[in-house]
């Protein structure tokens, strides 16, 4: 399973990657902003996790932006929990597969993984 890691704050960035490292099946691609994004446009991934800071709209415009050449990679925002209750009502529209909360815990971190890794084996069992 390929994943790019959109973050720009290096401790949540070390973190997520640090866990995703964890499956030996996951390829993982770090990097920042726009430019992150436009690799989309050369090589699938089949997920994005997105850092999305409640004060600063830079994570919300790259989502709408992904959304605009891409509608089918599953995307995980890295963001509080109440900036994830905002964003719900915006879930189905932006095809948002799960939110992943800051400050980042395993107890919530591993589950939204393992549901990723379901959907895909389920997804290529089709």
Avoid: W
Avoid at 62 to 76: A, I, K, M, P
Avoid at 80 to 87: M, V, Y
Wanted: hydrophobic share 40%; glycine share 6%.
């Amino acid at each position: 399973m390929d994943i790019l890691l959109v973050c720009r704050e290096k401790l949540i960035r070390d973190q997520v990657k640090v866990g995703l490292q964890q499956f030996p099946e996951f390829g993982v691609t770090v990097g920042e902003g726009y430019a992150a994004l436009n690799q989309l446009r050369q090589r699938h991934y089949d997920c994005v996790f997105l850092s999305m800071d409640p004060d600063d709209a830079e994570g919300l415009r790259l989502l709408n932006h992904l959304r605009t050449f891409d509608r089918t990679t599953e995307v995980v925002p890295i963001t509080t929990k109440r900036h994830a209750r905002d964003l719900a009502g915006e879930k189905t529209r932006l095809h948002i597969a799960a939110f992943l909360h800051t400050p980042i815990q395993p107890d919530e971190f591993f589950p939204v993984v393992g549901r990723l890794r379901y959907r895909r084996i389920k997804s290529a069992h089709r």
